[in-house]
């Protein structure tokens, strides 16, 4: 039986939404090809981790080792080149993080595996493996069928891929020790160093109303602020308002910003080119505002006003607060 293996990620000590994501994915094409889907975890103290992906793929495969405790690309590919090499799994998922960016190409040259980087869908077609990414700055969707082979390495964009519900009951946990150290560079981990946080994640809102170049003026800000409080929302933007300084750049949506998946996305006034779509056009429901009715975000809205937005917000706003 085929395998797909996920790269668990997780920082501090903590698994990150990323590993969820790909574990979802994992599990809706295993379900069409009778694969088994299991999650690779490496650390020095990963039964936490391992606790909190019970339920979450048939197997569980953990290596503990001091060397392991933080990410370091030399131990990393060390131990993934070695697992990959024994088990053959017919397809590894790596988040497009900065490790999956950092380790899976360095992993691909070594193993001699193809690689895609940064898909946005996974399938399989014609026999072969197919994926769909950007390019040309999101300008372009690519789709790509590889050429079969016994094994296939792809990195999955962040929010591209909602996290599903467990796939299996008590999975099997498998302990390995990793072998010998050799070949490592002399790269070590020196410290984490976090940005203070001056402002909301938008990636973890639920529900976001975000202002574009409709907003015409700072000035109009705090009636969607009142807006956004009266429904319980985080205010985000597209570019042109962060580029303005109107907003901080924590809170731009789209490819040069933040992608975000709330499960409610109002966009007032943005006109929703291709690099902000990007970024939220996996929101459950998406509702747009704009006066223009050939504005490309009513292409991906489910639900559109063609209106001014400063006649709609006092409106909306007064009825929600009833």
Request: charged share 25%; with cysteine.
């Amino acid at each position: 039986m085929k395998e797909i293996m996920v790269v668990a990620e997780h920082r501090q000590g903590s698994l990150r939404e990323m590993t969820y994501e790909m574990l979802a994915c994992a599990a809706d094409l295993a379900e069409g090809f009778d694969c088994t889907v299991s999650a690779l975890v490496l650390g020095k103290d990963t039964r936490p981790i391992c606790d909190a992906l019970d339920g979450f793929a048939h197997q569980i495969v953990e290596v503990q080792d001091p060397m392991l405790e933080h990410y370091n690309a030399d131990p990393y590919l060390t131990v993934l080149a070695e697992i990959l090499s024994s088990r053959k799994p017919w397809l590894t998922m790596v988040g497009h993080t900065a490790m999956g960016m950092d380790m899976a190409p360095a992993l691909a040259a070594r193993l001699h595996i193809p690689l895609v980087t940064d898909c946005l869908e996974i399938g399989w077609a014609e026999g072969g493996l197919t994926t769909l990414r950007q390019v040309y700055g999101g300008k372009v969707d690519e789709r790509l069928r590889l050429k079969p082979a016994e094994q296939y390495l792809v990195t999955l964009r962040p929010g591209a891929f909602s996290a599903g519900q467990g796939i299996s009951e008590g999975p099997v946990v498998e302990k390995i020790s990793p072998s010998k150290w050799e070949q490592l560079r002399g790269r070590r981990f020196l410290e984490y160093k976090v940005l203070e946080q001056e402002d909301v994640d938008i990636a973890e809102a639920e529900i976001l109303v975000s202002i574009g170049r409709g907003i015409g003026k700072p000035e109009n800000i705090p009636l969607v602020e009142q807006f956004a409080e009266a429904i319980g929302a985080t205010l985000s933007c597209s570019r042109p308002v962060a580029d303005k300084g109107w907003l901080p750049k924590s809170r731009q949506v789209g490819t040069s910003g933040k992608t975000v998946k709330p499960k409610l996305y109002i966009a007032l006034g943005i006109s929703g080119a291709f690099q902000h779509q990007a970024g939220m056009k996996n929101s459950g429901t998406i509702i747009a505002v704009n006066k223009d009715p050939k504005a490309p975000i009513f292409k991906v809205a489910h639900y559109g006003i063609v209106a001014d937005l400063f006649q709609v917000l006092p409106v909306l706003t007064e009825k929600l607060k009833k």
